[in-house]
């Protein structure tokens, strides 16, 4: 019988320190027995458990894309006990993971439709993997424009700074990064808080146009109204969720949202999905 | 049908003999109360009690249970990485568990086997497990199981059914498990079936007479999720719980738990316990946010999940078998009977 608890063992392979208040770290993680990275096969958006030892499970959005092969990446915010621990350990360490879990972005669905991917904060960990994924060259061909509008308290705290930089110079993705304020004088993007950019930038809704929503709740209060006035409807706007989680395969039961575990069900829904589920997230 | 007749001065020396192929469970008085504990060397159930304190569900599922197991010493091979842990799989048998604690496995089990992800640990327990059931001849007055999807003598769950018949018991086989186990304690010789049966059927319908509690649940399951969720009777139904988590300790059908990792010098497991939805660090965001923060909104999700949630995923009854432990036990007399009624007629 597979045991779905037993992590995969992996080595810490590089630590990026991310945001000017070093609050955010990525871990390039390696399998250390190959065959493992076969059966971790995953899709953007879904996320794994990083498993410390004698310290625990936490849950994190997966942020390397399947485009990208021989090791996995995350970003973690320092929050409590595990995200603590891991900000303390060096290249070199062992530690575990256990996934692919939860569901993806609906790629098939967004096959040949235009993508406006819409996040805030460091909540911009699955969307770095979905962006990487659409623009792998295998898979441009299959969607249509591509808009991103990604925002941050300041330019400091942005994340993949060098990889926003190289966006910013493709033709065939219209980036949109803002931060809340700056008195960077060289700063040359946007000033303006998400839903506002989101406004002004972001494509008008229709049948073909698709809205992925990643960030706090505030911003994602204050985007969903901009969102309908531009006309998307609630089945093409697409929601990734945050719960406390332990088990990640739907088990242990503290997750859910009426029937649905944000783990097994979850995290991905759409709107009109949500829409239909008790407002208890 | 085939019932094998169990004379009560044989039963002691028969279970001996069975603890040489079975590691045996069962009730046993612990101070005022019973408990379902290993059964030692000469040790006996006691069958004088009407339902335990506690559920028999840590017999399958350990109140804490260790999962994997791992070493830090950096000069040892594999240190920091995760194993599994030897668990005993050698068969086991419960003997006299009622039928409505048999039954909520049963339930429970479409949570811990489903067809993406078996819990090995829960899995191999309940596999190995052999249940033999006691008919319930006088349930209490919190019994409601005969409304609850099962009754005093519900057989689906158990593998055989001892039915108390002053000077001997009845067994009815009902799996080949049941069967087997009867064939190692020597018990195989069998019956004559009907007139037993008549015994027995005539014993079950003077049981489940005396059941007079119950409960509504057929209007339940058309009721539109998100109108019993904001139902208004919610804070009313919460505004005396103290968020104890009694009722979900001591129910059969609650499996909810946490994963936590305990060190000892060099060497450490990760175990699980059980956890509780009336706890607020049950959901508790690291950010600081938790969407049931409130002593209303875990109570309503505990009635929710057992009447509502779990029918509307599984569309298989509801989460509860009637024991009534969480109606006897709870500080404040919330009632899920009330609860249940009150959610069924909602809206009519």
Aim: charged share 25%.
């Amino acid at each position: 019988m597979v045991n779905p608890y037993l992590p995969y063992p992996v080595r810490i392979d590089e630590i990026i320190t991310e945001t000017e208040d070093k609050n955010l770290k990525t871990f390039r993680l390696v399998f250390i027995n190959p065959d493992d990275e076969e059966k971790f096969s995953y899709k953007a958006g879904q996320f794994a458990e990083l498993s410390v030892a004698g310290k625990g499970e936490v849950p994190i959005g997966i942020a390397s894309s399947p485009s990208e092969k021989g090791y996995l990446m995350f970003t973690i915010n320092k929050v409590g006990l595990v995200t603590t621990a891991l900000h303390c350990m060096k290249p070199g360490d062992i530690m575990g993971i256990r996934g692919p879990l939860g569901n993806s972005y609906p790629w098939d669905i967004l096959k040949g439709k235009n993508v406006v991917i819409i996040g805030g904060g460091f909540a911009f960990t699955t969307l770095r993997s979905s962006i990487v994924y659409m623009l792998d060259p295998v898979n441009r061909p299959n969607l249509k424009e591509i808009h991103v509008i990604y925002g941050a308290r300041s330019p400091g705290m942005l994340l993949y700074k060098d990889e926003l930089a190289a966006w910013e110079s493709r033709d065939d993705i219209n980036m949109h990064i803002t931060v809340d304020g700056t008195d960077d004088p060289n700063w040359k993007y946007n000033v303006g808080f998400v839903p506002t950019v989101t406004e002004q930038k972001a494509p008008q809704g229709n049948d073909d146009t698709y809205a992925i929503i990643c960030g706090p709740p505030i911003m994602i209060k204050f985007t969903q109204p901009v969102l309908e006035k531009l006309g998307y409807c609630h089945d093409n706007i697409i929601m990734s969720l945050e719960m406390r989680m332990k088990c990640g395969i739907g088990i242990c039961g503290r997750c859910n949202i009426g029937k649905e575990f944000v783990c097994k069900d979850g995290p991905i829904f759409t709107l009109a999905r949500l829409n239909e589920m008790p407002k208890e997230y | 049908m085939k019932v094998v007749k169990i004379d009560k001065r044989n039963w002691a020396g028969k279970l001996e003999k069975l603890k040489e192929s079975y590691r045996l469970f069962g009730p046993v008085k612990d101070n005022e109360f019973h408990i379902f504990e290993r059964l030692d060397k000469g040790e006996l159930p006691d069958f004088n009690y009407f339902n335990t304190r506690l559920s028999p569900k840590s017999i399958i599922y350990p109140q804490s249970e260790t999962m994997l197991e791992f070493s830090l010493d950096k000069s040892k091979e594999n240190h920091h990485i995760l194993k599994e842990t030897d668990t005993d799989c050698s068969p086991r048998a419960v003997i006299g568990i009622r039928p409505c604690d048999a039954a909520a496995f049963l339930l429970v089990k479409r949570n811990f086997d489903t067809a993406e992800h078996k819990d090995p640990y829960w899995v191999k327990a309940y596999e190995t497990t052999t249940f033999v059931g006691l008919a319930c001849n006088n349930p209490q007055a919190t019994c409601f199981c005969t409304s609850a999807g099962c009754g005093p003598f519900y057989e689906e769950g158990l593998d055989l059914l001892l039915v108390d018949m002053e000077d001997h018991y009845f067994a009815k086989i009902i799996t080949s498990k049941g069967e087997n186990l009867l064939e190692a304690a020597g018990w195989n010789t069998g019956t004559d079936a009907d007139p037993a049966g008549k015994q027995i059927k005539t014993m079950k319908q003077e049981a489940e007479a005396k059941i007079t509690s119950s409960i509504t649940t057929d209007k339940l399951k058309d009721k539109t999720t998100t109108d019993l969720f904001d139902a208004p009777f919610w804070e009313e139904v919460a505004f005396a719980c103290i968020n104890c988590g009694t009722c979900t300790y001591v129910c059969p059908t609650c499996w909810c738990f946490d994963i936590q990792d305990e060190v000892n010098g060099y060497s450490g497991i990760r175990m699980r316990n059980w956890d509780s939805c009336m706890f607020p660090l049950f959901t508790l965001h690291g950010s600081g946010h938790n969407p049931r923060s409130t002593n209303m909104q875990r109570v309503r999700q505990r009635f929710m999940h057992k009447l509502k949630y779990y029918m509307d995923k599984y569309d298989n009854g509801i989460q509860c078998v009637g024991c009534g432990r969480c109606i006897r036990l709870c500080p404040v007399n919330i009632d899920i009977r009330k609860v249940c009624d009150l959610m069924n007629s909602y809206g009519d």
